[in-house]
C-alpha cells in the first residue's frame, strides 16, 4: 500500500511539473511576435508577406498569423496560404532524451505553418528581446516578442531557456 502510494505521489508530482511549465510557456507565448525571418521549404519567404509581419497569439488558443502572397516564390504557387487565422497548442515531450522537448501545433488551413513544429526559446540580452525559433521539415522562422517585461520575467525566460535548449546537442559542448 505504502509503495503504491509513493508511485502516486510521484506521479502526480511529474504531472504537476509539466503541468506548470505548459503554463508558463502558454504565458510567455500569448501576445504579439515579429516575424524576423520565415523560410518555407528552403525559399526566404518574408518578401511575400502581405500585410504586416506579426503573429498574435491569443489566451484562447487562437492564432492570428501571417498573410502570405502564394504566387511570389516557386515553393509556395497553388498552396492555400492566404489565411491568416488559426489555433495553436503547445506539446511538451515526456521522453527525456528528447533534444527538443517544446512543439507547437499549428491547426490552420495555411500550409506554411499547419502542422508540429520544435519550439526553442532563447534570449538576446543585449537588446533584452525574447526570441523563439520555430522549426520543422518546411518551416524556419525566427520571432522577437513585443511589449514584454524581460527584467520582470527573467527567471522565467531562464526556465523556459533551459527547458527547450539543455538538451539541444550543438550547446551541449558550449556550456
Not at 524556419?140 to 527547458?163: A, F, H, P, W
Request: proline share 2%; charged share 25%; aromatic share 10%.
Amino acid at each position: 500500500m505504502s509503495k503504491q502510494i509513493s508511485i502516486s505521489c510521484l506521479l502526480f508530482t511529474v504531472l504537476f511539473i509539466l503541468g506548470s511549465c505548459k503554463s508558463n510557456i502558454n504565458k510567455v507565448i500569448e501576445g504579439t511576435w515579429i516575424v524576423d525571418t520565415i523560410y518555407y521549404k528552403g525559399y526566404d519567404v518574408k518578401p511575400c508577406v502581405l500585410a504586416n509581419m506579426i503573429i498574435f497569439f491569443e489566451k484562447n488558443n487562437r492564432a492570428s498569423l501571417c498573410e502570405i502572397d502564394n504566387r511570389c516564390v516557386e515553393a509556395l504557387i497553388g498552396k492555400n496560404i492566404k489565411t491568416d487565422e488559426g489555433s495553436w497548442e503547445i506539446i511538451q515531450s515526456i521522453n527525456k532524451k528528447d533534444t527538443i522537448p517544446i512543439s507547437i501545433k499549428f491547426t490552420t488551413d495555411n500550409e506554411i505553418f499547419k502542422g508540429i513544429h520544435k519550439l526553442v526559446f532563447y534570449k538576446e540580452d543585449a537588446k533584452q528581446i525574447l526570441k523563439i525559433e520555430v522549426y520543422s521539415d518546411n518551416l524556419y522562422m525566427i520571432c522577437s516578442k513585443t511589449q514584454y517585461n524581460y527584467d520582470g520575467n527573467r527567471e522565467v525566460l531562464n526556465e523556459l531557456e533551459k527547458l527547450s535548449w539543455s538538451n539541444r546537442p550543438s550547446l551541449i559542448n558550449k556550456h
